[in-house]
């Protein structure tokens, strides 16, 4: 099996171009899944561990640039005050050892239902930035990114979102997940309790709750005042 390493992201973008079914794979921990069950078999892994781009992060007054490799536990580490929203999110997230090993971006990047920090993306109103060696960088709201199940907006020369530009929001929740623990007890690639798939029969029990309190039939997420009154 002939394994693909660039160590830039320009690297990255010609190795996709010129292959373009080649498997992204930095935390490995949605492809490997999928892997072990037989659902996929990667013939050309392209594996971006080496591209410094995806494992830079930066708060600054606008908002968080986050790379796409940054680990779910490093986001719990330390973007709690930056995204407070993203880094309780990252709690729920499987084990410690995946939470070290995944990133925020790979989930996405693979559109697949089981990414527990998905919504806490689109509730803030973040962008996924992706790249192709032809046509250079595009942004793409990550509430769009996903069209389904494993299904989303990239193209076939486009690799992972390369960085995921997220402002700061203010976010309550009303209690805390177990840093060392998740939610409730999940299989690998079983859907999370809150998923951001724009499908409703794969929406959360709030979305259900919105619908039966206010008669409106939420069609997408986040949901906001304006989806209800029809103004939006």
Known sequence: MDFLRPASREEALAAKAEHPTAAPIAGGTDVMVETDFGH?????????NRVGDLHERETGEQGVRLGASVPY??????????????ALASHTVAS??????????????TASPAGDAHPALPAAGAGAEVASAARGTRMIPVGAFRTGVERDALRPDEPVPTVLDTPAVPVGVPELADEHAPYGPRGAGEAPALSSTPALSSAPAVLAAIRDATGPEPNRTPVRPGHLTGTA
């Open 96 to 109: 410690p050892r995946i939470r070290n090993r995944g990133g925020a971006g790979g989930s996405p990047g």
């Open 73 to 86: 536990g490093a986001i719990t580490r330390s973007l709690r005050a930056g995204l407070p929203g993203l």
């Open 40 to 48: 996929r078999r990667p013939g050309r892994p392209l594996g971006l």
